[in-house]
């Protein structure tokens, strides 16, 4: 089995601020990797797959990279409705996700 | 824009079966693969199993001996079913529709999820 470690746990930051979630794998999965936004009460929704490519109508203010055993989320300017818990998710060997990165406002 | 919605018990026994539907609308459900995950209270995200609109399955190793998993395409309808139920089954039950793009599959369409609790 894959296991993939999300950090930070949780986060709290200001608007407009930078903000950069880590995903590693416990062996390299190439870019089979994708990244999901959840807020409480409603369905998770996908943000970018394939490690850095960018789901049709989310934000470019979120990006992925990374391959291999690393990868990062960023969300270049964060907005109060980003407020969510965000997930990586490997698709190289069935499928596992992280335990998810809490994004609180300051 | 394709909309899945769970249904069933939100309350099952112990050592009982717990049956969930997910009902596909706003799309085919055809040419997709279809995917249960669930979150236990305060955990992360666990990968169930995923059915294929022919009938193909796949299935977490760990729940595998307990698992049952179908598709009716002509009710555009997909289930799940878990026998001998614990207390460490109790979750959100989500289902998804499973996508591919090249080379690999993402989950781009999710229910709301429901929760079913395993108490007596």
């Known amino acids: 089995d894959i296991q993939m470690t999300q950090s930070p746990s949780s986060l709290s930051t200001s608007v407009g601020d930078r903000v950069t979630i880590t995903c590693r794998a416990s062996q390299s999965i190439s870019t089979y990797l994708n990244w999901y936004q959840h807020k409480p009460g409603k369905a998770p929704n996908l943000l970018i797959y394939a490690a850095s490519s960018l789901e049709s109508g989310v934000p470019s203010r979120f990006s992925g990279s990374g391959s291999g055993t690393d990868f990062t989320l960023t969300i270049s300017s964060l907005q109060p409705e980003d407020v969510a818990i965000y997930y990586c998710q490997q698709s190289f060997s069935t499928f596992s996700f992280g335990g998810g990165t809490k994004v609180e406002i300051k | 824009q394709v909309h899945l919605q769970e249904s069933g018990p939100g309350l099952v026994k112990p050592s009982e079966t717990l049956s969930l539907t997910c009902s596909v609308s706003?799309?085919?459900?055809?040419?997709?693969?279809w995917a249960w995950i669930r979150q236990p209270p305060g955990k992360g995200l666990e990968w169930i199993a995923y059915i294929s609109d022919t009938g193909y399955t796949r299935k977490n190793p760990s729940l595998k001996s307990r698992l049952a998993i179908s598709v009716d395409t002509s009710k555009k309808q997909f289930s799940l079913t878990l026998s001998s139920v614990t207390a460490a089954d109790t979750a959100v039950y989500y289902c998804a529709r499973q996508n591919y793009r090249d080379p690999l599959f993402f989950f781009d369409s999710w229910g709301q999820g429901t929760l079913v609790t395993v108490s007596s």
């Open positions: 706003g799309g085919s459900i055809n040419s997709y693969y």
